[in-house]
Each structure stands twice: as structure tokens, then as C-alpha cells.
């Protein structure tokens, strides 16, 4: 069982930056491969980024590569999502997943309760 506590969301200007915290409870944290999702209103959950158990390997979707980045520091069970050049289309609830890399991508077997980013004009 893993448990996930997101934090670091909150309202920015466009153009600003947030950073994103993923803290995970449970000692097999180091063996999941850790994602983001998010979630704007009247709109599926999207993936948004993952990364490796190692951290070595990482995706994005094409919306934020160059701005987002995601790492983890499996010594504090952390996923961090770094958060630049936000834009107004960033505003949604963020979701900390955990979970198995298959073909496909990142399949979350545990979420998190979610974290709201507004970004402002």
C-alpha cells in the first residue's frame, strides 16, 4: 500500500513558476514508477508526466516539454513536478500517481488526493 500527500499548488501569473511535492508513505516507494495527471474542468484526466523507478527514464506530454520537469528523491519517498512558463491552460487539479511503466505508459495502481494550480493572466 502506498499512500500519496501532494503539495506546492496555488495561483500564479502566467509565465511564473510553482514546484510540485509528491510525498509517498510506504518502504517500497523506490520501486514504483511515480507520474503526474491532471485535471481541468469540464475535461479528462491527462497525463502529464512520469518517471522511472531509477529516475533515469522520463515522458512528458507534448504540451509541456520544455517547461515541466519531474524528479524524485527515492531517500525522501519524494516525486517533485518543477512547473515553468505556466500558461492559463495549466490550470487544472495536479495528481500524484503510483503505479507500473507498460507499453502504453504509466498505469497508477494509488493516487493522490490532488493539488489545484490556477494560473492567472
Known amino acids: 500500500q502506498v499512500q500519496l500527500v501532494e503539495s506546492g499548488g496555488g495561483l500564479v501569473q502566467a509565465g511564473g513558476s510553482l514546484r510540485l511535492s509528491c510525498a509517498a508513505s510506504?518502504?517500497?516507494?523506490?520501486?514504483?514508477?511515480m507520474g503526474w495527471f491532471r485535471q481541468a474542468p469540464g475535461k479528462e484526466r491527462e497525463f502529464v508526466a512520469r518517471?522511472?523507478?531509477?529516475?533515469?527514464?522520463?515522458d512528458y506530454v507534448d504540451s509541456v516539454k520544455g517547461r515541466f520537469t519531474i524528479s524524485r528523491d527515492n531517500a525522501k519517498n519524494t516525486v517533485y513536478l518543477q512547473m515553468n512558463s505556466l500558461k492559463r491552460e495549466d490550470t487544472a487539479v495536479y495528481y500524484c500517481a503510483a503505479g507500473k511503466l507498460r507499453v502504453g505508459g504509466l498505469t497508477p495502481d494509488y493516487w493522490g488526493q490532488g493539488t489545484q494550480v490556477t494560473v492567472s493572466s
Open positions: 510506504g518502504r517500497t516507494f523506490s520501486t514504483y514508477a
Open positions: 518517471i522511472s523507478w531509477s529516475g533515469i527514464s522520463t
